[in-house]
């Protein structure tokens, strides 16, 4: 087995939803999370602080940690919006050039799925902004239609991996031509039912721990996505898990691997299919 960590990058700060219900629903799921008892006093408390001191950002202190334990993690950021993800395509230009600086590695994380120019404008501003072209997608909310792969193989995209596959389905090369890499684990769908957080960390690491262990001696990618907006103690449980996730595949030894390398076996085993196939 080997594991791919990524970080979606929905959210940056409290004020960039100024003009959406995004942080007022925030705070009510607090509320009626701690009511009913599937959080704990401390982590409500830290999460109004996090609203209050306008950050959800934590992407200082999760580079440090993934730099540590060299998880080779691939940040997704937007350059357009839509009523959920608000920020401005230029705001995280400081973080994607620590990133970049501490050898890790960065996306987009797509709005447009249906409109290939829309979509060629979000590649476009991404590049110009942050002087980098070979890039993958993961699509906001997962969104894709029948046209969504060859547009962006079209676009010139390395890889996509918006495909949610909790059977472990594993990287391939679509009709289209496009590698497709598949994930696996969401922390939103881990620790979320309609909306609230409904399981703890002891139900996460458990739930985990059993496909590392079950899949350990297998020739696998396990690829898994953590929001770097719940790297902090506003969503104690699920910071917990990604350290325990990362610090769990460290001490048994599991490779982490980049997306990048994940293309590169991939077409390096197909131009040697190629040239099998010539050869005959």
């Known amino acids: 087995m080997k594991i791919i960590v990524s970080h979606d990058v929905d959210n940056l700060t409290r004020?960039?939803?100024s003009k959406d219900l995004?942080?007022?629903k925030m705070i009510i799921r607090a509320f009626l999370e701690l009511f009913l008892f599937r959080i704990n006093l401390f982590t409500f408390s830290s999460r109004l602080s996090c609203i209050i001191k306008n950050n959800f950002t934590n992407i200082d202190e999760l580079v440090k940690f993934?730099?540590?334990y060299n998880t080779k993690a691939t940040y997704?950021?937007?350059t357009s919006n839509d009523n959920t993800l608000a920020y401005k395509a230029e705001a995280p230009k400081v973080y994607v050039q620590t990133i970049i600086k501490n050898n890790l590695n960065v996306g987009i994380h797509g709005i447009a799925f249906d409109d290939i120019q829309k979509m060629k404008d979000e590649y476009i501003r991404f590049t110009k902004i942050h002087n980098i072209n070979d890039i993958g997608i993961r699509m906001h909310?997962?969104?894709?239609?029948n046209n969504t792969f060859s547009y962006m193989k079209n676009i010139g995209y390395l890889f996509d991996t918006t495909e949610y596959s909790p059977e472990l389905k594993q990287p391939y090369i679509t009709d289209e031509g496009l590698i497709e890499i598949p994930f696996h684990v969401?922390?939103?769908y881990l620790f979320q039912d309609k909306g609230l957080q409904k399981y703890n960390l002891k139900y996460a690491i458990e739930f985990t721990q059993k496909i590392i262990d079950s899949n350990y001696?297998?020739?696998?990618?396990f690829n898994i996505?953590?929001?770097q907006e719940y790297f902090s103690n506003g969503w104690k449980d699920w910071k917990d898990w990604y350290i325990w996730l990362v610090t769990y595949c460290h001490s048994k030894k599991i490779e982490f691997i980049s997306y990048q390398e994940v293309v590169d076996e991939l077409t390096a085993k197909q131009n040697r299919y190629k040239e099998h196939i010539l050869t005959k």
Do not use: G, P, Q
């Not at 909310?141 to 239609?145: A, T």
């Not at 001696?217 to 990618?221: G, M, Q, S």
């Open 15 to 17: 004020k960039e939803h």
């Open 22 to 24: 995004i942080v007022i």
């Open 66 to 68: 993934d730099v540590k």
């Open 76 to 78: 997704f950021f937007a």
């Open 141 to 145: 909310y997962l969104r894709k239609n």
């Open 186 to 188: 969401m922390d939103s």
């Open 217 to 221: 001696d297998k020739n696998i990618v």
């Open 225 to 227: 996505n953590l929001h």
